[in-house]
């Protein structure tokens, strides 16, 4: 399976974006999904993950209140929607689909099944 992720681009700090992800061969209702990110020199980290339903999310602290991960599994894609963006948001992000649930393990990012392409997100103070 691939997936992709689309949506990203440069916008104003405080302002928002909505990340797209789309997958061919694989089913995301068939796994536990995820995005990522990865500034420049910096570690991949977590940013959400969603669990056994859209009332079962992880965020990490730094996006709380600002981001929100969902599916759709009609349209096999899932999306995050990222609002009051500031400037340590700028990141290439992706997303991922693992089959264990991914939060419970802290939307940890090291071993999972799948990754989708990269979306760089570009965020101007």
């Known amino acids: 399976g691939a997936a992709a992720g689309v949506g990203g681009g440069l916008v104003q700090t405080g302002g928002s974006l909505r990340l797209s992800c789309a997958a061919s061969?694989?089913?995301?209702?068939?796994?536990?999904i995820g995005w990522f990110r990865q500034a420049p020199g910096k570690d991949r980290e977590g940013v959400a993950c969603?669990?056994?339903?859209?009332?079962?999310?992880y965020y990490v602290d730094s996006v709380k209140g600002r981001f929100t991960i969902s599916s759709d599994n009609a349209k096999n894609e899932v999306y995050l929607q990222m609002n009051d963006l500031k400037s340590e948001d700028t990141a290439v992000y992706y997303c991922?689909?693992?089959?264990?649930?991914?939060?419970?393990?802290?939307?940890?990012?090291?071993?999972?099944?799948?990754w989708g392409k990269g979306t760089l997100v570009t965020v101007s103070s």
């Open positions: 969603l669990g056994d339903s859209d009332r079962d999310t």
């Open positions: 991922a689909a693992d089959q264990n649930d991914l939060t419970a393990v802290g939307c940890y990012y090291a071993g999972l099944d799948f």
């Open positions: 061969g694989l089913t995301f209702d068939d796994y536990y």
